[in-house]
């Protein structure tokens, strides 16, 4: 949850929402993770990934939609989180393969190497989860790729410097065998 000195219960009520978005193991929990991706806010700075931000505030509005049928509620939050984006991103993945958006979050989540951070969290797992998320947001991750959301065994272009939506695509291609 967003730091705050009396959470607002309908912020919990969401976060708790994002998280049953995802699907993990039985044998682990995460909660401490969930919490940190929750805690920092997704910065873009390529053009047009201003989309996935979107794409989180619109979480927001299905959370409203579906889950407290239309009432108007107001959260707290000021920006979007690294775990609304993940949460968004899974959606549209499932939309093009008609795979769960459940089992593509978490493999966003295995992808940043993030699966390895499960609770209870140390001190060496919650500096490893923040600098997965900042070399994530700050594109300091390979040109193939790897150590952001869509690792790729071949491609031509650095994928530090492309938009989020051509990584997805590009991603789901080569896993379709289109690559």
């Known amino acids: 949850m967003h730091p705050s000195t009396k959470p607002n219960p309908i912020d919990v009520e969401y976060y708790e929402w994002l998280i049953s978005q ?4 039985p044998k682990k ?21 201003d989309n996935r931000v979107k794409d989180g505030k619109h979480l927001r509005q299905d959370f409203f939609r579906f889950v407290h049928k239309g009432r108007k ?39 940043l190497g993030l699966h390895k951070a499960s609770d209870p969290l140390s001190a060496q797992k919650t500096i490893y989860v923040q600098t997965v998320l900042d070399d994530l947001i700050w ?23 492309v938009e989020i939506w051509y990584q997805m695509q590009e991603y789901v291609m080569e896993l379709e065998g289109m690559g």
């Open 139 to 161: 594109r300091n991750y390979e040109a193939n790729g790897s150590g952001g959301f869509f690792p790729l065994e071949r491609t031509v272009k650095d994928q530090t410097k």
């Open 22 to 25: 995802i699907k993990v193991g």
């Open 29 to 49: 929990e995460f909660l401490g993770l969930f919490e940190i991706m929750h805690n920092t806010q997704f910065t873009w700075f390529v053009p047009n990934d």
């Open 73 to 111: 509620r107001v959260l707290s939050l000021e920006w979007v989180s690294v775990l609304e984006v993940i949460v968004a991103l899974s959606r549209r993945i499932a939309f093009q393969t008609g795979e769960p958006a459940e089992l593509w979050a978490w493999r966003l989540i295995k992808n």
